[in-house]
């Protein structure tokens, strides 16, 4: 009698365990190359995967990650083919949402944007997604402004800036016209070196040289990423003040960057994909903007330009490389 | 030997034991009764601590958490309040950017700053993402933060809002000590708060997080909950509703922020006017009282089991005694008496075992003892039975002689008409008869005597009458033989049967006279400290002291030494031992061979009584005349006979063969034979008749039935009785004597 008491109670005492999928989660992973190439994702994917085992997923126990690396054009049958291959989730960086969008149907998709997905038509309000398309934004287009300002502080003479740019990136346009007034309100003049590939490189920089620009604005994107380095030699040899925007590009031996701290972001997304994968709905979890914003000054380089850098930017500026 | 106890099958089972499933029924109820109901007291009691405890300790932690949130709050309201400490100057922009600026680099939550000089001008604006202002002069004097900042006294804090729809953001403004020193007013990011609640750990799973007064969720460690705007109105309506209730106040349950119940406490943030909630999961919080539940509810089960093993133990060891008992009175019953069983309990069921076994030991005994007692009075029986065969035998051998002997005189009779001739043999054959008579008197009596029908009546009467009667009875037939009866007279009084003591005596004389040939006998009293000694000595043969014991049994004759010519059965001192034995006294005999003897029989002596009349002796005679009898007899030659007789002694006869249904007349006295025809008797007949009449009278039953039955119910009825064949000189005492009593 007692003891059917006790067994009768035992359930309640069970503790209720964590529900984890039975079988190996699968993450589809549609990686912006563009113009890039291959390396571009792989800084992303990398803190990615850091953020996933912060969550507790080990890779290749928990969950296993399928890489495809494209352009926009073929975003939508890189989806597909994962798609079909039965991902429980895509995580499509950039403008590869736009065709996983397409064919995704009820997999649930995590996009990674710089512009408002709200009117990129990704989600119905950043609150309450409404469809099965969530993700971060990186803040790109609200911090374009804010980043020419600060360029213009590190300027001290002159008022020409080169903005050199990835014209596929989504939403660029409308980063554009943002920078465009933000130099208007600043008195600045802009001149626009758009990039569609990487060789575009080879012609863009020796007219930003021969323009006679004071300083160099770098619209954040996978193709100035993987070119910083490039660009950095390219700033130290005109004595180019530049800014962009992820941390990376200051470490790669440019003057300045201002935006979200890349590692974080990632982890918002691993957070976002974590959640999905324990069974929530994707219209249930709201965008997500960065919190931090962290500027980012490179002294040596400030230093070998012969910068003197003013009381308000060494005030502002969260982190700095020696 | 006793046999040992039952090992044979091993104990059934408990459960097929009534004791046992009695004994485990009571225990168990006995045992698990107290134990649940101290189970559920005790959780009800842990159930109700643990929840104070909870309701305790969850509202620490909120305070703990709501301080937390406070400091964050003051560092912004510090940082603000630098900003404006000292008035403004017109040219005092510039440098006032800076002091903006290292106020964005301090406190990351702050977005946006703006600073107001004393007359509501914009002077510095500040933000991470807007780009800078300086000497706006833009006009902030109606916002609600500027005036808001001047009124209130500290921070002014705005209402929460969601930039975006989903980003909480607050907006804290602060007022320079002294107007000109303006406002500062910033825009504060909540999603800071976040690093504040989501450090904090309750229990295991438990969470803290910040409702703003319209019910927004503004600070969860799950951030996306805040960034979806959820709602948790019906939450704060929940907590305000409860503030009626003095504190402490308990836990609310609720359905949590993950959606499983929890328990919930909260506590109120004053200047922003914030909830902030301490949530933790239902099942967490009651752990402990499921702990202790389920500790109880075990300790219940195993106390249970013991209580039945107890119960089992028990019953067993009762049980099995009993069923040994049991088996033990079932061979006892079934005659194996020599059954005895073991138990070696040490308490009442061991001397239960024992009294048993004295009492199968004493059944037995008493077993065996019947049994001896069966065989003894088979014994005697049959030795009665030998007795009386040998009774038979005697009397049917000494009945021939007399028989024959009338035979012979019958047929002489026939033969010899000589009248002197008849009258001679006329007188032999009387002799005859009474020799016969005698004989049956004799065998009736000691039958009688062994029958036990004869019952002593007791009465006190002077012994000179008895020794009158002796003298009467037999100093004609001492006479004749030549020897003198010498009789002493006494004046004791004895109590004592008249008519059987008597018999006694008459007998003891009658052999004294039978078996002496010559001398004397001598019959006298002598006073005795046992009572009053009455001897009759006589010169006789005597008796050799080895026959002395067997002259008292039936037929014993001393081998008659010429003694023993006028008869004489043997009978004689048998009936007067049975006689005596009867009325308790003793007889005893002393004796010399060739001397004589001595016989002696003791009878209590009483005082003497008043000297009773002898009146109507006379009269006796006359008693009959003129009677009127009714003899009833269904044997018509008897009847008739004995209405002859009495018609003869001056009586007024009424014959009949079974009771009258009418008499004329009255009748003085009843004459009823037993056996009646129709299945009637003499008793049942004389108290129908008695009964109709309606008085009570006189009357005498007549019977030749020996036979116990009729004697005792003749007893029992009170009626007088004599036995056929009877005299007619008896017939008439007794109807005398009938009369005369009334």
Redesign the interface.
Known sequence: ???A??IA??P??I??VQAQPSRTARIGWLGWIGAAGAAASALALAAFRAGLADRGWAEGRGYELLVRDGDQPRSADLAAELVRSGVDLLVAQGPMVFGARKVSGATPVIFNIGGDP?EAGLVA????PGGHLTGVTS?ST??A??RL?LLKTAMQWGSHVAAIANALHAGFTIERDAVQA?AR??GLTLSWHLLKSMDDFDTALPRIASEGAHALLAVPDNLINVRAQTLARFSAAQRLPSISGWAAFAEAGNLMSYGPNVHGYYRQMAAIAD?LLRGARAA??????P???ELVVNAKVARALGLDLP??LQ??A?RWIE | MPTAGSNERPWPGWWRSALGRRYAAVFALLVSLPLLAYAAWSAAQVYRQQRDALAAVQTAQADAAAARIQRFLREIELQLSWLTALPWTPDGAPQRRLDALRALRQTPAIADIALIDGQGRERVAESRLALGRVDSMADRMASPAFSGARQARGAYYGDVSFRKGSEPFMTVAVAGPRGEAGVAIAEVSLKYIWDVVSEIRIGDEGIVYVLDPAGRLIAHPDINLVLRNTDLSATLRAFENQKAAAPPRPALRLVGTRGEPVLASSVMLAPPGWRVVVEQGLQEADAPLWANVQGALWVAAVSLLLALSAALWSAWRIARPLRELAQGAERIGAGQLSHRIALHSGDELERLGERFNSMAAELQASHDNLGRQVEERTRELSDANRAKSRLLAAASHDLRQPLHALNLMVAQWRRDPDAAERRRLGLRVEQAIAAINALFDGLLDVSKLDAGVIRPQVEAFPVQRLLDRMDVAHAAAARDKGLELRIRPCDAWVASDPVLLERILGNLVANAVRYTRSGAMLLGCRRTRAGLRIAVWDTGIGIAPDKQERIFDEFYRLDAEGGAADGGLGLGLSIVARLAGLLGHQVSVRSVPGRGSCFAVTVPETASQPHLPTAANDSAIDALQGRRVLVIDNNAQVLASTARLLEGWGCCVLAAHGAPDHVHGPVDLLLVDMRLDHGDDGVAAISRLRRQWGRDVPALILTGDTAIGTRERIAASGLPMLEKPVSALRLRSALTRLLQRG
């Open positions: 009698m007692a003891a008491a006790g109670l035992l309640p005492l503790p209720p709200v309000s950043l609150s309450h803040l609200e911090l402004g804010k300002e933000a309100r600043l959640r249930d979890i709201a965008v997500e903007q919190r931090d914003i009381a308000e005030l502002r969260d």
